[in-house]
C-alpha cells in the first residue's frame, strides 16, 4: 500500500480527558507514571465498608485498595442546564462522562457548537450501572420514572443529546475489553466515511462490593490491591475508577483543520478466542496471537518494528504469563540485546479500570508516544519464571523511545474478546516565532466566577508550560478554538509576560471594543495556524448526592433550589427556568409533609412566575406560624 493509502486510513487522536485515581487530566495523569505513584488507596466509608467484607472466609473481600477518583459527587448542573434535583438523581457515570467530554473537545480545539446536528459517533465502553442497581436495591417505591435515566444506554446518549450529535451513539459491553473495543468500532466508522469525528469513553465506577467479592471468590483480587505484572508475586488486581474519553478524526481532515494530532492510529483488531480454550472464561494465547496478527496487518506495520506495548497487565496469575508469551513469540524475536519490547501496564499505579482500562492504557501509550518515553511499570518485582523474556523488558526506570515511535495496547475481556490497537507518533510542524506583534487574548466563561477561575488559569499557563508556544497560537486558538460565553475578558500582549500583565489589570476601551464587538474578523486577524494546549474550563461544581439535598425551611427556595435549571430573576416564568408540573407536584407533597395540612392543587397549579411562588410560599409560612 502506498503512503497515501496508510494517510487515508489513519486516524488522529486529537482530544484527549480523563478523570483517573491521582489525576484530573491527561497532564496530570503523565505527571503520575514519570513519578512513579502508586495511586491506590483504602476504600472510603462513603463506599462501603470494605474492612467489614474482608474475610478469608466465603463471602468475604480480598483486599481494601482499589483505586478511587475524588469528588465524584461533585457537577455543574447549571452548565448542562439542570436542576439540582435532576442532576442529583443522574448517575455520576454520565455527569463526569459529560464534563471529561466538554475537556476533550477543549482540548482538540473544537467547538461543540460547530458540530450540533452533524453525524458524529458516541462510543462508551462501559459495564457497570451500580448506581441504577443501589437505587433498586432500596425496594420498588425506588424504581420511579426518574431511573430510567440511569439505564447504561443512556451513556452515550446523554452526550448525543447534550451536544446535539447524530451519529452512532453506542455502549460496548465486552467486560475488560469494552473501551478499548469501543475505539476499534469507532475506527472502522471513521475509514468507512459513516461519520467524519467521533467521541470514545470508557466509564468505570465501582460503587457497590458485589463484582470485587465475586472476583475475590474467583481467585482475581489482589490481597493488598497492587497490581504487580510481569512480577512472580502477582496476586490479581484491585478495581479502579475511571472516566476516559478521546476525540477522533480522519487523519487527513485533522491536518487540513490545523488539529493538534497527539497521536495516530494506524490499525486495530478485535477476536473472541472461541473454543480455543477448554473454558469461556479462560484466556487463549492463540485467541490472542490471532488478535495481534489482525491489528499490525491492519496497520501495515511489521512487528520488529514496535517499540512499546502497554499491556492489558491486570497482575493475574493466569493471565500475565499468556499475554507475555503472546507477546514475546509475535514481536520479541529477532531483536537486538540493546532494544527489546517495552512492555508496561498503567494498572501498577493507577488499579484496574476495569471495562475502562482499554482506554486509559490508550492514553498513557498516546502520552509516550508525544513525550518520547515510557514511565516504570511499578510492583513488578521477581520476574515470572515461566515467561522467556528473551526480547521483552518490562521498564523500571523512565525509558527513552525514538521521537517517531510505535506503541500497541492491548486489554482482554472476561468475554473472551481481545483488543489492539497500533499507534505511531504523530509529525509536528516547527512552531514559527513570535515577532513582536501584539496579540488579543480572549477569555469566556458561563458566569463571572468561571472567567475569574479561567483568567487564574490562563495567567499559570502562560507563567508556566504555556511560554513554549508562541503568544500567537495561544491568541489564535482562544479566539477560535474556544466556545463564546457571555461573560468575556480580553488581554493584549506580544510576549507572555504582557499578556500575564494585562489580565492582572484593568481592561483598555480598546479591548473593551473588541471584547463587545461580534463583527471582528478573528479568522482574518490571526491567519493560518496551529491549535495548541490551553486550560479548560473551569467547572463551577457542588457536592450532588441522593439523600443530601439540603431541606430548608422556606418551600419556595427548597422548590427553585432543587428544579430551576437556568438563572432566574423574580418575573421569570416558572416554566422558563424548568418548574414544570412534576416539580409542583413535589413542592406539594413536600408542603403537605412540612406542614401538616392541607394544599390545594389548584392553587399551585394556578402559580406562574417566581414572584407568584415566593409570595404563595410567604403566605403559607404565615399560616403556619
Same mark, same amino acid.
Not at 271 to 295: E, H, I
Not at 400 to 422: C, E, T, Y
Not at 593 to 612: F, I, K, N, S, Y
Given at each position: 500500500?502506498?503512503?497515501?493509502?496508510?494517510?487515508?486510513?489513519?486516524?488522529?487522536?486529537?482530544?484527549?480527558? /480523563?478523570?483517573?485515581?491521582?489525576?484530573?487530566?491527561?497532564?496530570?495523569?503523565?505527571?503520575?507514571? /514519570?513519578?512513579?505513584?502508586?495511586?491506590?488507596?483504602?476504600?472510603?466509608?462513603?463506599?462501603?465498608?470494605?474492612? #467489614?467484607?474482608?474475610?478469608?472466609?466465603?463471602?468475604?473481600?480480598?483486599?481494601?485498595?482499589?483505586?478511587?477518583?475524588?469528588?465524584?459527587?461533585?457537577?455543574?448542573?447549571?452548565?448542562?442546564?439542570? =436542576?439540582? %434535583?435532576? #442532576?442529583?438523581?443522574?448517575?455520576?457515570? !454520565?455527569?463526569?462522562?459529560?464534563?471529561?467530554?466538554?475537556?476533550?473537545?477543549?482540548?482538540?480545539?473544537?467547538?461543540?457548537?460547530?458540530?450540533?446536528?452533524?453525524?458524529?459517533?458516541?462510543?462508551?465502553?462501559?459495564?457497570?450501572?451500580?448506581?441504577?442497581?443501589? %437505587?433498586? !436495591?432500596?425496594?420498588?417505591?425506588? %424504581?420511579?420514572?426518574?431511573?430510567?435515566?440511569? +439505564?447504561?444506554?443512556?451513556?452515550?446518549?446523554?452526550?448525543?443529546?447534550?451536544?446535539?450529535?447524530?451519529?452512532?451513539?453506542?455502549? @460496548?459491553?465486552?467486560?475488560?475489553?469494552?473501551?478499548?473495543?469501543? +475505539?476499534?468500532?469507532?475506527?472502522?466508522?471513521?475509514?468507512?466515511?459513516?461519520?467524519?469525528?467521533?467521541?470514545?469513553?470508557?466509564?468505570?465506577?465501582?460503587?457497590?462490593?458485589?463484582?470485587?467479592?465475586?472476583?475475590?471468590?474467583?481467585?482475581?483480587?489482589?490481597?493488598?490491591?497492587? =497490581?504487580?505484572?510481569?512480577?512472580?508475586?502477582?496476586?490479581?488486581?484491585?478495581?479502579?475508577?475511571?472516566?476516559?474519553?478521546?476525540?477522533?478524526?480522519?487523519?487527513?481532515?485533522?491536518?487540513?483543520?490545523?488539529?493538534?494530532?497527539?497521536?495516530?492510529?494506524?490499525?486495530?483488531?478485535?477476536?473472541?478466542?472461541?473454543?480455543?480454550?477448554?473454558?469461556?472464561?479462560?484466556?487463549?494465547?492463540?485467541?490472542?496471537?490471532?488478535?495481534?496478527?489482525?491489528?499490525?496487518?491492519?496497520?501495515?506495520?511489521?512487528? =520488529?518494528?514496535?517499540?512499546?506495548?502497554? %499491556?492489558?497487565?491486570?497482575?493475574?496469575?493466569?493471565?500475565?504469563?499468556?499475554?507475555?508469551?503472546?507477546?514475546?513469540?509475535?514481536?520479541?524475536?529477532?531483536?537486538?540485546?540493546?532494544?527489546?519490547?517495552?512492555?508496561? =501496564?498503567?494498572?501498577?499505579?493507577?488499579?484496574?479500570?476495569? #471495562?475502562?482500562?482499554?482506554?486509559?492504557?490508550?492514553?498513557?501509550?498516546?502520552?509516550?508516544?508525544?513525550?518520547?518515553?515510557?514511565?516504570?511499570?511499578?510492583?513488578?518485582?521477581?520476574?515470572?519464571?515461566?515467561?522467556?523474556?528473551?526480547?521483552?523488558?518490562?521498564? !523500571?526506570?523512565?525509558?527513552?523511545?525514538?521521537?517517531?515511535?510505535?506503541?500497541?495496547?492491548?486489554?482482554?475481556?472476561?468475554?473472551?474478546?481481545?483488543?489492539?490497537?497500533?499507534?505511531?507518533?504523530?509529525?509536528?510542524?516547527?512552531?514559527?516565532?513570535?515577532?513582536?506583534?501584539?496579540?488579543?487574548?480572549?477569555?469566556?466563561?458561563?458566569?463571572?466566577?468561571?472567567?475569574?477561575?479561567?483568567?487564574?488559569?490562563? @495567567?499559570?499557563?502562560?507563567?508556566?508550560?504555556?511560554?513554549?508556544?508562541?503568544?500567537?497560537?495561544?491568541?489564535?486558538?482562544?479566539?477560535?478554538?474556544?466556545?463564546?460565553?457571555?461573560?468575556?475578558?480580553?488581554?493584549?500582549?506580544?510576549?507572555?509576560?504582557?499578556?500575564?500583565?494585562?489580565?492582572?489589570?484593568?481592561?483598555?476601551?480598546?479591548?473593551?471594543?473588541?471584547?463587545?464587538?461580534?463583527?471582528?474578523?478573528?479568522?482574518?486577524?490571526?491567519?493560518?495556524?496551529?491549535?495548541?494546549?490551553?486550560?479548560?474550563?473551569?467547572?463551577?461544581?457542588?457536592?450532588?448526592?441522593?439523600?443530601?439535598?439540603?431541606?430548608? &425551611?422556606?418551600?419556595?427556595?427548597?422548590?427553585?433550589?432543587?428544579?430551576?435549571?437556568?438563572?432566574?430573576?423574580?418575573?421569570?416564568?416558572?416554566?422558563?427556568?424548568?418548574?414544570?408540573?412534576?416539580?409542583?407536584?413535589?413542592?406539594?407533597?413536600?408542603?403537605?409533609?412540612?406542614?401538616?395540612?392541607?394544599?390545594?392543587?389548584?392553587?399551585?397549579?394556578?402559580?406562574?412566575?417566581?414572584?407568584?411562588?415566593?409570595?404563595?410560599?410567604? &403566605?403559607?409560612?404565615? +399560616?403556619?406560624?
Amino acid at each position: 500500500m502506498t503512503t497515501t493509502g496508510v494517510h487515508q486510513r489513519s486516524i488522529a487522536i486529537v482530544g484527549m480527558s /480523563c478523570r483517573l485515581p491521582g489525576a484530573t487530566d491527561p497532564d496530570g495523569l503523565w505527571e503520575l507514571l /514519570c513519578g512513579g505513584v502508586d495511586a491506590t488507596a483504602h476504600t472510603p466509608a462513603d463506599r462501603y465498608d470494605a474492612a #467489614a467484607l474482608r474475610s478469608s472466609g466465603p463471602g468475604g473481600l480480598a483486599g481494601c485498595r482499589a483505586g478511587f477518583v475524588d469528588g465524584i459527587a461533585d457537577f455543574d448542573a447549571d452548565f448542562f442546564g439542570m =436542576s439540582a %434535583a435532576e #442532576a442529583t438523581s443522574l448517575d455520576p457515570q !454520565q455527569r463526569l462522562l459529560l464534563m471529561c467530554a466538554w475537556e476533550a473537545f477543549e482540548d482538540a480545539g473544537i467547538v461543540p457548537e460547530r458540530l450540533r446536528g452533524s453525524r458524529t459517533g458516541v462510543f462508551v465502553g462501559n459495564s457497570r450501572a451500580d448506581f441504577l442497581e443501589s %437505587a433498586l !436495591q432500596q425496594g420498588l417505591s425506588s %424504581a420511579t420514572a426518574t431511573q430510567l435515566g440511569n +439505564v447504561r444506554s443512556l451513556l452515550p446518549a446523554r452526550v448525543s443529546h447534550f451536544f446535539d450529535l447524530r451519529g452512532p451513539s453506542v455502549v @460496548v459491553d465486552t467486560a475488560c475489553s469494552s473501551a478499548l473495543t469501543a +475505539v476499534h468500532q469507532a475506527v472502522q466508522s471513521l475509514r468507512s466515511g459513516e461519520i467524519p469525528a467521533a467521541v470514545v469513553a470508557g466509564v468505570n465506577l465501582p460503587l457497590r462490593p458485589d463484582e470485587a467479592v465475586m472476583m475475590s471468590h474467583a481467585g482475581a483480587m489482589s490481597a493488598d490491591g497492587r =497490581s504487580r505484572f510481569g512480577s512472580a508475586d502477582a496476586d490479581g488486581h484491585a478495581p479502579s475508577d475511571a472516566v476516559a474519553v478521546v476525540v477522533l478524526k480522519p487523519w487527513e481532515a485533522a491536518l487540513a483543520d490545523g488539529d493538534r494530532v497527539r497521536a495516530v492510529i494506524a490499525g486495530s483488531a478485535v477476536g473472541n478466542d472461541g473454543r480455543s480454550s477448554d473454558s469461556v472464561l479462560n484466556p487463549s494465547l492463540d485467541g490472542q496471537l490471532d488478535v495481534l496478527r489482525w491489528a499490525y496487518r491492519d496497520a501495515r506495520v511489521e512487528p =520488529s518494528e514496535v517499540d512499546f506495548v502497554e %499491556a492489558h497487565g491486570s497482575g493475574s496469575p493466569l493471565l500475565d504469563p499468556l499475554e507475555l508469551t503472546a507477546l514475546g513469540r509475535f514481536m520479541g524475536t529477532s531483536r537486538s540485546p540493546d532494544r527489546p519490547l517495552l512492555v508496561g =501496564s498503567a494498572k501498577s499505579n493507577l488499579g484496574h479500570a476495569e #471495562a475502562a482500562g482499554g482506554l486509559v492504557g490508550l492514553i498513557k501509550a498516546a502520552l509516550c508516544l508525544e513525550n518520547g518515553k515510557v514511565p516504570a511499570s511499578l510492583h513488578a518485582g521477581l520476574p515470572r519464571t515461566d515467561v522467556d523474556w528473551s526480547g521483552l523488558s518490562i521498564p !523500571q526506570v523512565l525509558t527513552d523511545i525514538p521521537s517517531r515511535a510505535i506503541a500497541g495496547v492491548s486489554a482482554q475481556g472476561s468475554s473472551a474478546l481481545n483488543a489492539h490497537v497500533v499507534l505511531r507518533s504523530a509529525e509536528h510542524e516547527p512552531r514559527t516565532p513570535d515577532d513582536g506583534t501584539r496579540w488579543p487574548l480572549v477569555l469566556s466563561a458561563r458566569t463571572p466566577e468561571a472567567l475569574a477561575d479561567l483568567t487564574r488559569a490562563y @495567567v499559570e499557563h502562560l507563567s508556566g508550560s504555556g511560554a513554549e508556544f508562541p503568544v500567537r497560537d495561544i491568541c489564535r486558538s482562544a479566539a477560535l478554538r474556544r466556545t463564546r460565553f457571555e461573560h468575556r475578558a480580553v488581554a493584549i500582549g506580544a510576549t507572555h509576560r504582557e499578556l500575564v500583565e494585562s489580565l492582572t489589570t484593568d481592561s483598555t476601551p480598546e479591548l473593551d471594543r473588541f471584547l463587545g464587538s461580534e463583527a471582528v474578523d478573528r479568522d482574518g486577524l490571526f491567519g493560518p495556524g496551529r491549535h495548541v494546549p490551553l486550560p479548560t474550563y473551569p467547572w463551577q461544581t457542588r457536592r450532588l448526592w441522593p439523600g443530601e439535598e439540603p431541606a430548608g &425551611d422556606d418551600p419556595a427556595e427548597w422548590l427553585l433550589g432543587k428544579h430551576a435549571r437556568t438563572a432566574f430573576a423574580q418575573d421569570s416564568a416558572l416554566a422558563d427556568i424548568g418548574i414544570d408540573s412534576l416539580a409542583k407536584l413535589q413542592l406539594l407533597v413536600e408542603v403537605q409533609q412540612r406542614t401538616g395540612r392541607e394544599v390545594d392543587p389548584e392553587e399551585l397549579a394556578a402559580l406562574r412566575t417566581v414572584r407568584d411562588l415566593c409570595r404563595w410560599a410567604r &403566605d403559607l409560612t404565615e +399560616v403556619r406560624r
